[in-house]
Structure formats: structure tokens, C-alpha cells
């Protein structure tokens, strides 16, 4: 058998000059694309913007895009994190505005940073969710989130692709309430693995007695970032 | 059935049952390039329909061009529709939504028109379901003047016999003319204050001439319910006979002569969702030649007729620059036969290097590869993966197949390809082709043998590969292949299992060689429609009664709901699924297809099926004199072919 000589990967590939993250929200119907849509829809996006994009060496070159704690399909999101590499300096605004036009209506790049001290992991620690459960009677709403908030563990059964599995709710909950608008909860959940999202707070809420919603819930990330015993703070 | 007329969105009603089902993205809508004109101040509205799943649908280049071409007329609407996935099917009737369109979430119902591309006759019980769920008659002698006229299109239109019942016309051909007169007529048709109704519409219709060429036969709308069909005792038809006067005797298939002056699509659509080829396409000639017998595509769009160089150019910067896409696909049927693809496969991979922008050729003849052309394909960054069809195991068949290609090219090409890099080919072969015995398709694994063994005699490696993907052959219409008798699916099965023992049998290659074929059931359900009349209409309804849809997916397909159906709906005209599709035609026979003008002349096709069975090769008009196959004389066409000489000109910065 012959020697292996490896391939030279084709022509240089540009370091990374700045790293600018964004901001974004999923707002309307746009709730139902899943993280991998997202990711699409954003990688042509840069290309078709023009920005000076910068790619991971190697065959099969990557645009340097880096997530966070993307929330799940269906759930809507007025904070979103992304970091991208750029291989050449531009003004974050600039990026910003280009980008903005070239996502669709409903992903809309709403601020711009390149201050990169903190990890995005370290520094997106909490998730503030409103989730509207249309038909819901406060006062049921208000004895089971009593009731939750009481106890100090609390597992529910999620479906996943490899069956059934238990999630630890309580351990992740910061703060929860009934929120001020109608047939709204107020939720805070700390960012852990796994991650505990709205639907499962939902399922234990349910679970202690809350009544189910006739129409499926509507969630909302409203801010993500750092939490200081009161409140979620976003990173930018 | 769902009754609802109203043309409101349903998007309110649909949204809540978005998060009960599978890949709620796909019916949302709202892809970049997308459209939303005001639908109540049209005066004509098409929905147009790919009968599959989105991921499917979306990237079908002819359901792309029409959506274009049509709202770029001020008054017109078009939206796209796709098949829904049986789970929101089941939503959508207990909560009564009728079947939308995605672009603005309205009712089929409130469509004038609905067309429907059949790129595959698997699609026909998917359209069932979207007329039941949208309120629509399924049968076309039960529709109202208020319901939209439904039309067929795509390459199963060559034959829509088994569907007649269920559209109320359908076009053959080339679309972009066809629905632009269509439109004329349905507009004209309401202005007027719908005389006669629909049945006055549908005369109209059937009147439609679009000569490509003047004096020429022109492309026409055939209305089947214009027309009669007898039988003769023994079940074989007897004669098609125009029931009116605004019908004519043969409708003809629609060609467009200059495709550098339909640039389309444009603003090729983006979706959010995945789909089943993310790239952007450029179609870079429509038609083909080669004259390969068993392939429908190749038969039914002649002549060939290439986009210029230039052309090409502007299409893939205008449709990169609007959808972002790394990858651009150069479309037709053997797109390296295209008289100038070396400049052009050059001249854009001089124009985007360095901007990690992929090429590809998705259909490639081995006698047309060669690895300057391959180097400049993979030159950005990517190596995709080199398929080759020799279609036949041996050199016989392929001379039956009129696929000529020898085992020297195919071995020297793919021993090229190995030598330049590339680790994995594949190899595609079908089986099931006339005349074909055990020995022709055992060859396809001394096929695969010698290629590897040459492989690794050129790379000195052990670890290259070769994936054997095998189809089984169904017989076509407006084919030389339309009278063969379609290989039982015992046999079929049989022959492959063979095949797959003697490439285990010989251990110092089986683990080189991957097999991939599929059995023989569904290519049996695919001849019975491909080739059916009327009578198979039946069927279709049966079996979507008891419950088929996707009938492409093999997860949802189901063989015994198709034979049983088969059963009781052909025995009360004492025929049967064989009768259909293992049965040799006679010469002498009408053949349920016979008064639809592909342009090929039937006598042309016959003496060719000849030649197959006699083992005699034709070769390619472009470089060859004219053979007669009869489609440029009758449609007054001509191959359209450069060299054009002109260069692909870079593109000006700034």
C-alpha cells in the first residue's frame, strides 16, 4: 500500500481580524424554524451581504459563526446571541445594518458589539421567558407556580429522538410568576445542561395541578444574559 | 370533504397545529425571493402545486420558473402550494382547514386555477388529498363553475390517461408560454362574464394554439373530458375521438425556442427549511440527443437547445448575488455535453475563486467527463462526489439501451478520476431493460471489479471506493421502450440477489464495492401509471381511499394496498396489473398516449425499438446528421447548439 501524502488544503485561508457578535430576535412565524434553519438562513445571509466573512482552514471550509444557547423550535426569541469572524475590520453597526437586510423579516439583527472579553457561555447565564398560555385562569396559574416554587427538586418526563427522559426543573428555575398581561407566566431559568426550557416548566406546572392550555403555549425569550438575584441582564 | 369558499387566509386557524407537527417551517411560508401579491385585485389566480413534500417541492426549477414568470404579470397571482405530511393532514380535517398555499395561507379553493407538476406519476394519490382537503370536487365532471380548473404539468403530463378523471386539462412541454396563454384565456373568460361556464372555459382552453415556430403544430391544452375513448373486447382501446368541436385530434407539446430570453427564476426562492438540494440552479440547455431509449426526459424535450455562455454567466451572479447559496448547479440532462461547458465551468471558477463558491454538474456521461473540466468543478475548495450512468452491466445491452458507452471509457474515465484524487465513485445501472438476461446484469459486478482493480493499479492505495446503485427500468411513454413488456418484480428481485452474491462472492473486492438497489414493488406501481389508460384511474382512487399518500416515500408507499386495489377496480374490465405492465404492445396497438404529440414519429419510435431488439446503436443529431426522429419538422424546431466562441467576461468590480 502506497505512502498517504496528505492534501495541502487549496489556497490560504485569512485569520480572523475581529469577532463582532450580534443580537437578534425570532419574532412571528418565524418561531418555527429550528436552530439548523437559522444557521442556514444566517451563513447566506453573509454571502449575500458581502461582509469579509472569515473560513476555517481545512476541505471543507466553514464561515466562522459561533452560537449560543439557541432556544428550540416554536419558541420565539427577542434575545439571540451569535459571534462571527470577520476576516477584515469593519464598524460592528455596519455589520449590523448589512446583515439586517439580508435576513428575512422576523430575524432582525437588533444590536452589534465587538467587545469580546467575556465568553458568550460564561456570559449568558440566564433566560428571562414570557409564555402566554391562552385561556388560562390566574388564580389556577398562581397555586401551581406556589407550588413549584415550594418544593426543592422536581423532575418531569420530556420526549426526545431516543425515547423518554427525566429533566431536573427546579434546580434551573431563578424566578417564576405570574406575569402582569393576561394569561402570561413570568419565567427565569438559569442556562445548564441539560438545558431546561419553557415547555418543561410548563409540564410541572401542569403536573401540580395547573389546568392544561387548550391551544399550545406561546414562548418567548425576552432577555438573556447575566442574572443578578432580580433580574436577567442582556449582554449587549 | 371540507366546504369552504372563503378566500381568507387560514394562517390563524393553522398556526396553533404548527407545534403538534413535524417540521412546522415547511408550512410557514415566507422564503426569501418569495411573493405576496394583493390576491383579492388580481384578476387571475394560479396555485402552483408540487404534489410532494416541501423539502422536495421547493427546489423543483419548473415550479420556481412558472411562480416567476406569472407574478411578474401585474395582474396576476401566483402561490405556491406542497403536499401536507399525513400529520397535519389529520389536524387540518378535524379542525376543517381546507389545503392552503403557502405564500399567503389561502384556501386552494379560492384559486381560478390550481397547476400541478408531475415530475413522477408517485405523486397522483398526494393530489387527491389536496382536492379532498381543499374542498374540491375529485372528480372534474363534479366540479362547479365556482371551482378552480386544475391542470397537470411535468413530464408525467405526457401521459395524465389514469389521472384524467381528476384534472380538467393538462399541458405538455415547456410551461413559461403555456400558462401566459392560458391566463389570457381564464381573463378574458371572467372579463366577459364567464360564458358558458366552466364547460365554455374548458372549450376555450381546448382551443389554445402557441406554435413554437409559425405555420408549425402548435403546443395546445388537452381537456380530457373533450374526448372518447373506446375499447375493443379484449381490453386494448379501440379509438380516441374528440367529443367536440373545439378539440383537436392530437394536442401538441409546448417548446420554448430561445431560452436566453427566459432567464428564469431570477430570484430563485431560499427556503428556511432544509430541502433536498441546497444549491442554486442554473439550467444550462433543455432537451437531449443521445437517444439513450429507456429515458423519457431525453425523448420528450427535443430538441436541444443551449443557454449562451453569457447567459449562463448572468444567471449564476443575479441568482448567487440574491440567495446566497455556496454551490451552483449547472442543470440539464448531460450538462458536459454543453457545447461550451469547459469556458464556462473555467470562466466561473475563475470568477468566484476564493469566495468558497462549490460547482456542479448533477448528470455527467462518462465519454463527455474529463479531469480538466473535473479540476475546474472542484477548484474552490470541494471535491463533491463523481457519479457515472452506464445504465447497462454490458456492452450488449448498452447497445440495446443505445447508451454508448464502452467498458474501456467507463474503466479509463473512472481510473482518471482516481488518479486526480477522487476515493469514491458511483456507479449507476438498472435493471430490467428488454432483452436483458442474469449474464447482463452479473456483468455490472466484473464492471465493478475491473474498476477498482484499475483504481488501485493507478493509486497504489487500497482505499478507494466504488458504490453500485441499481434502479429498476419501467417502461415509458413517447418512448422507443413505450411497447416493451416491464421485467415482473420477482424476477427483478431475482436478478439483483444474484448480482449481490457474486460482488460478495470475491473477497478481495467486496469490500470496495457498496450495492444499493431497492426492490422491484414500486417500479411495478410506477409502469402501471406511467403507462395506464382511464380504466387505471380507478385504481388511484381506491388506493388513496384506503389511505395511500407519498407514494414515492418508501416508508408511506404500500405494495399490497396498490395490487389489491389493482384487483377489484381492472377486474370488471377483465384486465389485470400485469395486462398494464408485463405485457409486450403490438405495433398495431393505440396506445393511450397515441393523440398526444410529443413531436416523435410513432413510426420513427417503432423502427427505433427495432434496432434495440436487433442490438443496433443511432447516433447523436448534434454531431451527426438528422435521424427523423420527426420532432423538428412537425414542431417547427431546430437543435440550437453554439460554439458561441465568446468568452465569459469577468465581472466588473464596483
Partial sequence: MGARTPRTPPGDVAPVAQRVRLRFTKRGRLRFTSHRDIQRALERAIRRSGLPIAYSAGFTPHPKVSWAGAVPTGAASECEYVEIGLAERRDPEWVRTELDAALPDGIDVVAASDDTAVSLSDALVASRWQVRCEGLDRADMAAAVTALLAVDRLAVRRMTKSGERDVEVRDSILALSVGQSEGTLDIVVATAVPVVRPDDVMSALVGLGMPSPAVPPIATRLTFGSWDGEQVTPLF | ?654
Fill in chain 2, 1 to 654: 370533504m371540507i366546504e369552504t369558499r372563503s378566500s381568507d387566509s387560514v394562517f390563524d386557524r393553522l398556526e396553533p397545529l404548527l407545534p403538534r407537527v413535524a417540521k412546522p417551517v415547511q408550512y410557514i411560508g415566507g422564503e426569501l425571493n418569495s411573493t405576496v401579491k394583493d390576491f383579492d385585485a388580481a384578476a387571475v389566480r394560479w396555485a402552483l402545486m408540487y404534489p410532494d413534500a416541501y423539502e422536495v417541492g421547493l427546489p423543483n426549477q419548473g415550479v420556481m420558473i412558472l411562480y416567476e414568470v406569472l407574478n411578474e404579470v401585474p395582474d396576476v397571482v401566483a402561490e405556491r402550494a406542497y403536499a401536507v405530511w399525513p400529520d397535519l393532514e389529520a389536524l387540518m380535517r378535524e379542525h376543517e382547514i381546507p389545503h392552503f398555499s403557502v405564500d399567503s395561507h389561502r384556501p386552494l379553493g379560492a384559486f381560478d386555477v390550481i397547476g400541478v407538476s408531475f415530475a413522477t406519476e408517485l405523486g397522483y394519490t398526494n393530489l387527491l388529498t389536496a382536492l379532498d382537503l381543499a374542498g374540491i370536487p375529485l372528480h372534474a365532471a363534479q366540479r362547479g363553475d365556482h371551482h378552480p380548473i386544475v391542470v397537470a404539468g411535468g413530464h408525467a403530463a405526457f401521459n395524465p390517461e389514469p389521472i384524467a378523471a381528476f384534472i380538467d386539462a393538462a399541458i405538455l412541454g415547456d410551461g413559461e408560454q403555456a400558462v401566459l396563454a392560458v391566463t389570457a384565456v381564464i381573463r378574458q373568460w371572467k372579463a366577459d362574464g364567464c360564458p358558458q361556464g366552466r364547460q365554455g372555459l374548458l372549450r376555450q382552453l381546448a382551443s389554445v394554439e402557441v406554435p413554437a415556430a409559425p405555420g408549425a403544430a402548435p403546443g395546445g391544452v388537452y381537456v380530457p373530458s373533450l374526448y372518447d375513448v373506446d375499447y375493443l373486447d379484449d381490453g386494448r382501446i379501440q379509438r380516441v375521438t374528440p367529443n367536440d368541436l373545439a378539440a383537436p385530434w392530437r394536442v401538441g407539446k409546448h417548446t420554448l425556442m430561445d431560452l436566453d430570453e427566459w432567464e428564469y427564476p431570477k430570484q430563485p426562492l431560499v427556503p428556511l427549511a432544509e430541502s433536498v438540494h441546497e444549491r442554486m440552479s442554473v439550467e444550462i440547455f433543455r432537451g437531449c440527443t443521445r437517444g439513450c431509449r429507456f429515458c423519457q426526459a431525453g425523448m420528450i424535450t427535443r430538441p436541444v437547445r443551449e443557454r449562451s455562455i453569457e447567459g449562463i454567466g448572468r444567471m449564476v451572479d443575479r441568482g448567487l448575488t440574491a440567495t446566497g447559496f455556496d454551490e451552483v448547479g449547472l442543470l440539464s440532462l448531460s450538462s458536459a455535453d454543453h457545447s461550451e461547458i469547459a469556458e464556462v465551468a473555467k470562466g466561473l471558477a475563475d470568477r468566484y475563486e476564493g469566495t468558497q463558491t462549490g460547482l456542479s454538474l448533477p448528470s455527467t456521461r462518462v465519454d463527455a467527463f474529463n479531469v480538466d473540466l473535473a479540476n475546474e468543478l472542484s477548484r474552490n475548495g470541494r471535491r463533491s462526489g463523481l457519479t457515472f450512468a452506464p445504465e447497462g452491466g454490458s456492452e450488449r445491452i448498452r447497445r440495446v439501451i443505445n447508451k454508448m458507452v464502452t467498458e474501456e471509457d467507463l474503466i479509463r474515465t473512472v481510473t482518471t478520476a482516481y488518479a486526480n484524487g477522487w476515493r469514491q465513485v458511483k456507479l449507476y445501472f438498472m435493471c430490467g431493460l428488454p432483452t436483458e438476461t442474469d449474464e447482463d446484469v452479473l456483468q455490472i459486478a466484473e464492471v465493478a471489479r475491473r474498476v477498482i482493480a484499475a483504481g488501485r493499479e493507478v493509486t497504489g492505495r487500497n482505499d478507494i471506493r466504488c458504490t453500485v446503485s441499481i434502479g429498476g427500468f419501467v417502461p415509458k411513454p413517447h418512448t422507443p421502450f413505450q411497447w416493451a413488456a416491464q421485467l415482473d418484480h420477482e424476477a427483478t428481485d431475482a436478478r439483483l440477489a444474484k448480482l449481490r452474491d457474486a460482488i460478495r462472492a470475491d473477497r478481495r473486492y467486496a469490500k470496495a464495492i457498496g450495492v444499493r438497489y431497492h426492490d422491484g414493488k414500486p417500479g411495478v406501481i410506477e409502469g402501471l401509471l406511467s403507462r395506464g389508460d382511464r380504466r387505471v384511474g380507478d385504481v388511484i382512487e381506491a388506493v388513496w381511499r384506503a389511505g395511500g399518500r407519498f407514494d414515492g416515500w418508501n416508508e408511506h408507499f404500500s405494495f399490497d394496498r396498490w395490487a389489491s386495489a389493482a384487483a377489484t377496480a381492472l377486474a370488471p374490465h377483465g384486465l389485470d396489473l400485469d395486462w398494464f405492465t408485463t405485457r409486450e404492445r403490438e405495433q398495431a396497438e393505440v396506445l393511450p398516449w397515441d393523440h398526444l404529440d410529443s413531436g416523435l414519429d410513432k413510426e420513427w419510435l417503432w423502427a427505433d425499438w427495432q434496432d434495440a431488439i436487433d442490438e443496433v446503436e443511432v447516433d447523436d443529431c448534434r454531431w451527426s446528421p438528422c435521424f427523423n426522429c420527426g420532432v423538428c419538422p412537425t414542431m417547427g424546431t431546430s437543435i440550437q447548439v453554439g460554439p458561441t466562441g465568446r468568452p465569459l467576461i469577468p465581472l466588473t468590480v464596483g
